[in-house]
């Protein structure tokens, strides 16, 4: 169950009794994802979004949603 507060997005696991409160920078990644965008497309985003270089974006991407999936928050293909 994920529901939105103030543009961060707040994740109910309830298998762990968790809850996991997603910063504005892992929420826009995270519903990329689940909006089905790869990681070149989220990584130009957060750059856009941000004031990031695309490498950085790139490695920040990447840890988060490794890290998204090991919480299992996110289920990629």
């Known amino acids: 169950m994920v529901r ?5 997005l707040v994740a109910l ?22 909006d089905g965008c790869d990681v070149d497309e989220i990584a130009a985003a957060v750059t856009s979004e941000y004031d990031i270089d ?11 949603l490794a890290r998204l999936q090991a919480l299992k ?4 293909t």
């Not at 696991?13 to 689940?34: E, F, G, P």
């Open 4 to 8: 939105e507060i103030d543009g961060e």
């Open 13 to 34: 696991d309830t298998r762990a009794n968790l809850v996991h409160q997603l910063n504005a920078t892992a929420s826009l990644i995270w519903r990329l994802a689940a």
């Open 54 to 64: 695309l490498t950085d974006a790139y490695r920040d991407v990447c840890e988060t």
């Open 73 to 76: 928050l996110l289920a990629r």
